[in-house]
Every structure is written in C-alpha cells, then in structure tokens.
T-cell receptor, first 115, second 113 residues
Framework: GAVVSQHPSRVICKSGTSVKIECRSL??????MFWYRQFPKQSLMLMAT?????????EQGVEKDKFLINHASLTLSTLTVTSAHPEDSSFYIC???????????FGPGTRLLVL | AQSVTQLDSHVSVSEGTPVLLRCNYSSSYSPSLFWYVQHPNKGLQLLLKYTSAATLVKGINGFEAEFKKSETSFHLTKPSAHMSDAAEYFCVVSTGTASKLTFGTGTRLQVTL
C-alpha cells in the first residue's frame, strides 16, 4: 500500500514554455501533498504544501506564480512550472500523506530539463 | 526548530560487512525520525520510522535504527551489506505530525565486492 506515482518521469521542454507534473496517490486518499525540489547531489528542499481544496502554502523563496500547484482531488495534485527557464531544470519529487498517517510517501520523481 | 546532521557524506563497505550510517538530530519537542533510501534517479522509499514507541526500530531489507535520546542519535545499521544497498540514504526529522520534514544532507553508501 501507500503508492504514489508521478507523471511524466522525465520531460524536456523549451525555455518559455510551461510544464505540468502530476502526482497521484494510488491506494489512499491524500489530504496533504508536498512538492520538493532536489538539485544534483543535494538533499530535498520543500517547495510547497497543498491541502485538498485549498490554496497551497509556499516556502519562503518559492515563487507561487511560477510554480502553480493545484490539489483538486484527494488523489491528485499538479505542479505547473510556468515560463520555464534553464535554471528550473531539476528533479521534482512529490509526496502524499493522509490525515491519519504519520508518514509521507514519496513519488518516483520527475526530471525536468529546460533547454 | 528542528535539524538533522548526517555525519558522513559517503560511506564505503564491502559486501557482507556491517553498515553504519550516522545521524544526529535536534528538536525542541519529541521528534519523529525517519530513514529514507533513494536509488539513482528514483524517488524516496521509506526504510523505517520512529514515532515514540519502541526505541529499536526494524525496517525493510534488514535495516534497523536505534533512537537514543541521551545522545540525540538515530543511527541506521544493517548486519550484512548487499550490493543492492548502494544508494543515497536520508535521515529525516519531524515534530508532531509528518507535515514538516527536515532532511539531512544524505549519505551515499557504496558497497564493494
């Protein structure tokens, strides 16, 4: 149980375009989902926390207009990187947690390359 | 405030020998502690977690960790390393619920023949 998927696993896009990444909890209802960013050989940095049906809470320094997060259902959250630039290239990982759990379950990650 | 320090950025062991990955934490309240493993270009997989129950926690793949409050440590061990254990390991702390995780910088485990 507690499986989280992400789609796509890898995406390459041109500078200036927008990219949407999906995060799904496959076998549980996720009241809270998290989006992390991981630079090469570094740890995970929390970008934002989203609760189903409400606006996401962004960490300091994360541009909410650039990284749009939608958590429309209890099993799906999306991260849209708008007007992507090469510096947005990174490994994006989501996680999900249900109201009764004490554990975040992580997706397999999405590698974004902006050319 | 909470923080976690992974004392070794890189650990190399021979296959079949014991593994020790060190982690110290700092937390104002009773912490929950986790170890996650990340294989190359993959997401994180939960190895084990401590949430104020038994101080010796057994996880998957033969790993275990012991919560030592007096030493503020949560070291990860395994009696015998396997080649498939080669990966990045993250020690993680949270206070209260798992809503706010603080990650260590990671320890890369290398397993040699």
């Amino acid at each position: 149980g507690a499986v989280v998927s992400q789609h796509p696993s890898r995406v390459i896009c041109k500078s200036g375009t927008s990219v949407k990444i999906e995060c799904r909890s496959l076998d549980f209802q996720a009241t809270t989902m998290f989006w992390y960013r991981q630079f090469p050989k570094q740890s995970l940095m929390l970008m934002a926390t989203s609760n189903e049906g409400s606006k996401a809470t962004y960490e300091q320094g994360v541009e909410k207009d650039k990284f749009l997060i939608n958590h429309a259902s209890l099993t799906l959250s999306t991260l849209t990187v708008t007007s992507a630039h090469p510096e947005d290239s990174s490994f994006y990982i989501c996680s999900a947690m249900s109201g009764v759990q004490e554990t975040q379950y992580f997706g397999p990650g999405t590698r974004l390359l902006v050319l | 405030a909470q923080s976690v320090t992974q004392l070794d950025s890189h650990v190399s062991v021979s296959e079949g020998t014991p593994v020790l990955l060190r982690c110290n934490y700092s937390s104002s309240y009773s912490p929950s502690l986790f170890w996650y493993v990340q294989h190359p270009n993959k997401g994180l997989q939960l190895l084990l977690k401590y949430t104020s129950a038994a101080t010796l926690v057994k996880g998957i793949n033969g790993f275990e960790a012991e919560f030592k409050k007096s030493e503020t440590s949560f070291h990860l061990t395994k009696p015998s390393a396997h080649m498939s254990d080669a990966a990045e390991y993250f020690c993680v702390v949270s206070t209260g619920t798992a809503s706010k995780l603080t990650f260590g910088t990671g320890t890369r485990l290398q397993v040699t023949l």
